[in-house]
């Protein structure tokens, strides 16, 4: 056996299995989808057929939804981006002990337990759609502010040197060379906000009022408080559908 | 004085373009750097040369402003510069992995430092243009990327991004370290001829005698952060004051000065190109004992057995190895002694 087909060989459980348990739920959950509300004990109504679910998606209702969940998530990744990269600066310069302790700062949201944390910011930040996205984008910091860190310190530190021999101040030092050396690494960061913020939950849960309801939990609201899991399955596509979205396009962007 | 006269006046600073007074800087514990007081004068080359770890590229970065000395001063064009950041020191260097911006241009990469320092717009396209012309970049090669540039290619971009500001002088750390042979020559001539056109005093860091002695007026011998000895090549390579200088310059014989006639307790050295045989003058004679011989391209190389020591000597050709023969040499070097700080 040639060596690209052991390969092969060797990658297909792996593949079938993530293959097929995607493509599977993902068709369990569009079949739901087209089935009405179930009346009984049952999630569905057995033998029904009904396009409701997905024509409600276009409803003023679900516009406001589908608008909020977009922009949570353009929101989570520019913000936490930002702040990233703010944070991944300072701490690029940094070397030993000190570097620890910056470390411990930005992986801060993530060493507490996420729901103690949230109750935290409930006091600090004002309850609607910028404390939910804010919420959103804080839990994303570290991820975001990790990704550039290595990609920084992967900037050979002999460039920023050779710019500031040629007269650049720090500013133009950091514009022009160290700015757009990382930037793969804030696409990245960007794309990672962008659908971590999609499938915004707990931010808008505990932070958001009544009109920030994101797609992830009006699903949670329909499944599980109304009972109407064929709704929630529609939602929930729409939701992969934006998030596959979003990473087809960073995708495009990579490879332009 | 705004950024942009200062940054691109043409530099003619009279005297000296570097100076450096009983500057120190310490790894830790270490002194990386003792001590070390230098001059360079403005036009002339000098190299700093020295086996690695000596200090040399540490000093180097001390001049650039890229460390901060523990004490003394940096001087140039005259002025104190020692707590000034690199941008405000208007001095060009070309780094030892060049440092070239990947993501620009070798046009962009040119034109970087003008427009860094606010040079005019009307003025950027016609010194890169002419500045990349001079170091024998085409047109088309400057539009490419570094990645797609050979080793030499890039090394010229790299000069011609250091010279092109015009700076007060041209600092260079190994700046031939990374290329074959036959492209060293070709960078050696190119930096010889672009330090002779421009008149820029050049300080250069090197690991390699050839490179310190074929370009410099003056070469600087380091070792353990400490100045050696300095002087021009001819002198430094003839008549080095010490068993350091003279290995690190070349092969080396370096006697006891009783087994050529001298007094005792001092030593001299022998060049081996200077060993003669069968000598019809010479300082000395020994009778020797051709131990082996090997041809080395431009010239043999043979190993003398003395009693327990061993000659190198180099010539058109040597008698087979068994051979006894005499050998003599017209120049004899005494050396003070010392071996190095």
């Given at each position: 056996m040639t060596s690209p087909w052991r390969a092969w060989a060797l990658l297909m459980p792996a593949l079938l299995l993530a293959g097929l348990g995607t493509a599977a739920g993902a068709a369990l959950t569009l079949r739901m989808s087209l089935h009405a509300t179930g009346t009984g004990a049952g999630l569905y109504e057995p033998g029904s057929f009904t396009l409701a679910h997905w024509m409600s998606l276009a409803d003023e209702h679900h516009r406001a939804i589908i608008g909020a969940t977009v922009a949570t998530g353009l929101a989570a990744a520019l913000v936490s981006t930002a702040v990233g990269y703010l944070l991944a600066l300072v701490a690029a310069t940094l070397g030993g002990g000190r570097l620890g302790?910056?470390?411990?700062?930005?992986?801060?949201?993530?060493l507490s337990g996420v729901l103690a944390a949230l109750f935290g910011l409930q006091r600090l930040v004002p309850r609607g759609w910028v404390g939910s996205a804010l919420a959103e984008a804080w839990l994303m910091v570290p991820y975001a502010a990790l990704i550039l860190l290595v990609a920084l310190r992967g900037i050979d530190p002999a460039l920023p040197a050779a710019a500031r021999g040629l007269g650049a101040g720090p500013w133009t030092v950091l514009a022009r060379v160290i700015w757009p050396l990382s930037l793969p690494a804030v696409a990245l960061c960007l794309q990672l906000g962008w659908v971590w913020g999609l499938g915004a939950f707990l931010g808008p849960l505990f932070l958001g009022g009544p009109e920030q309801a994101t797609l992830a939990?009006?699903?949670?609201r329909e499944a599980f408080d109304l009972g109407r899991w064929p709704r929630a399955a529609a939602d929930g596509l729409a939701l992969a559908a934006l998030t596959m979205g979003a990473w087809a396009w960073g995708g495009r962007r990579e490879a332009a | 004085m705004n950024s942009s006269t200062a940054g691109n006046a043409p530099c003619c600073a009279p005297g000296e373009a570097i100076g450096l007074e009983a500057v120190s800087f310490h790894h830790g514990a270490v002194a990386a750097v003792d001590g070390v007081s230098l001059s360079v004068p403005a036009g002339a080359f000098v190299s700093i040369l020295g086996p690695s770890g000596c200090g040399k590229t540490t000093l180097l970065k001390l001049v650039g402003g890229y460390l901060p000395p523990g004490s003394g001063r940096v001087l140039i064009a005259g002025r104190d510069a020692t707590t000034q950041p690199p941008e405000a020191r208007r001095l060009g260097m070309v780094f030892q992995n060049l440092a070239l911006f990947p993501h620009l241009s070798a046009w962009e990469n040119v034109a970087f430092g003008l427009r860094a320092t606010r040079v005019p717009g009307a003025e950027i396209a016609p010194r890169v243009n002419d500045m990349l012309a001079r170091v024998g970049i085409s047109a088309a090669e400057?539009?490419?990327?570094?990645?797609?540039?050979?080793?030499?290619?890039?090394q010229r971009v790299a000069l011609a991004r250091a010279l092109v500001t015009r700076p007060f002088a041209l600092?260079?750390?190994e700046p031939m370290s990374s290329l074959d042979n036959h492209l060293r020559q070709q960078m050696r001539d190119l930096i010889v001829k672009l330090h002779r056109e421009a008149g820029i005093a050049t300080l250069m860091v090197t690991h390699d005698p050839a490179e310190a002695l074929a370009a410099s007026d003056t070469i600087v011998v380091m070792n353990r952060g400490r100045v050696v000895e300095l002087g021009d090549p001819q002198t430094l390579y003839n008549s080095p004051k010490t068993v350091f200088t003279a290995r690190l310059l070349g092969p080396a014989n370096i006697v006891e000065g009783p087994t050529i006639g001298l007094p005792e307790g001092t030593r001299a050295l022998v060049r081996p190109a200077d060993i003669a045989l069968n000598p019809a003058t010479s300082a000395f004679t020994r009778r020797v004992v051709v131990e082996s011989v090997e041809f080395q391209g431009g010239h043999w190389a043979a190993t003398l057995a003395d009693g327990g020591f061993r000659w190198l000597a180099h010539g058109p050709g040597f008698p087979p190895p068994g051979t006894e023969v005499t050998i003599g040499a017209a120049r004899v070097h005494p050396l003070a002694g010392e071996d190095s700080p």
């Open positions: 302790w910056v470390l411990m700062l930005i992986l801060a949201p993530r939990t009006e699903m949670h | 400057a539009g490419r990327r570094p990645d797609r540039l050979s080793g030499g290619q890039q600092l260079l750390d």
